[in-house]
């Protein structure tokens, strides 16, 4: 039997064993089905999820999918950037702890959130792939594992959209946290590069916090300069049929 990583025993662990709320660790977690009952797009994967993760009370203590913002990528052409929800309390503390202190607990809760996000309309494993933000190995090194990889993998199985790393960083720039949106755009010119062709239409980007947008903006741009090209000879390219971004959260770092 193929051993599970350490971060998916505890969300096996979490899910299926535990009885208490991931948050308030007080009342017993509730069914995803009486949580999303009013969110008609989650209704029938809700069915999957089991009991769940966080009780009413937490569940609902959150905003969840808030309305998504633009960003552009070309003339006339825009990305709209749809997140689970706001980086605040507690999901902020949950991604800080998860990204830079490898703190594995707060993985259940961030999962949960991933749950709010919608699939997107007419995309299914045939016709869609998921572009995870890449990042840079000596990043890797450095942080010893990459959070929006575990992150964009956990939302790969709840939609049943395989990951596509045909997009590759091709630079070291510097952290986005702290940065202006104009600093934020110039610190990441040049820094995405296609490494192959997509293998289908549907590009859906994923990155865990969307501050400005700055970052999926760049790899929004990267990834529609290479696909405009392939289809170049046919049509032009609709950006809210061929690519789509989303975020664990929105808001300031």
């Known amino acids: ?26 009342y017993r977690s ?18 999957r999820l089991g ?20 960003v552009d990528i070309a003339p006339n052409i825009t990305l709209p950037i749809q997140a689970a929800t706001y ?3 507690p ?37 869609s792939v998921i572009v995870a933000m890449p990042t840079t190995n000596p990043r890797l090194i450095k942080r010893g594992f990459d959070p929006v990889s575990i992150l964009s ?30 600093e934020r755009l110039s610190n990441l010119d040049n820094a995405f590069a296609m490494t192959q062709s997509p293998p289908v239409k549907r590009l859906i980007l994923f990155d865990d916090v969307a501050t400005t947008g700055a970052s999926l903006q760049a790899l929004g741009r990267t990834c529609y300069q290479q696909v405009s090209m ?10 809210s049929n061929e690519i789509s971004a989303y975020a664990l959260a929105h808001g300031s770092q």
């Open 1 to 26: 039997m193929r051993a599970l990583a350490p971060y998916q025993s505890g969300l096996w662990l979490a899910e299926y064993l535990s009885i208490r709320c991931q948050l308030c660790r007080i």
């Open 51 to 70: 009991r769940g993760l966080l009780c009413t009370h937490c569940h609902h203590s959150i905003t969840w999918l808030p309305n998504p913002f633009l």
């Open 153 to 182: 993998t956990q939302l790969s199985k709840h939609w049943n959209i395989p990951l596509w790393h045909g997009v590759e960083r091709i630079d070291d720039t510097s952290t986005q946290q702290g940065l202006t949106r104009a």
């Open 91 to 127: 999901i902020r503390e949950a991604i800080s702890a998860f990204k830079h202190h490898e703190d594995i607990t707060k993985l259940p809760l961030l999962v949960h959130a991933l749950r709010q996000l919608p699939r997107p309309h007419g995309c299914h494993h045939s016709n």
């Open 87 to 89: 980086y605040d309390y």
């Open 230 to 239: 392939l289809h170049t000879s046919t049509s032009t390219l609709s950006s």
């Open 30 to 47: 509730s069914s995803q089905h009486h949580l999303t009952n009013n969110i008609p797009n989650l209704k029938k994967a809700s069915k």
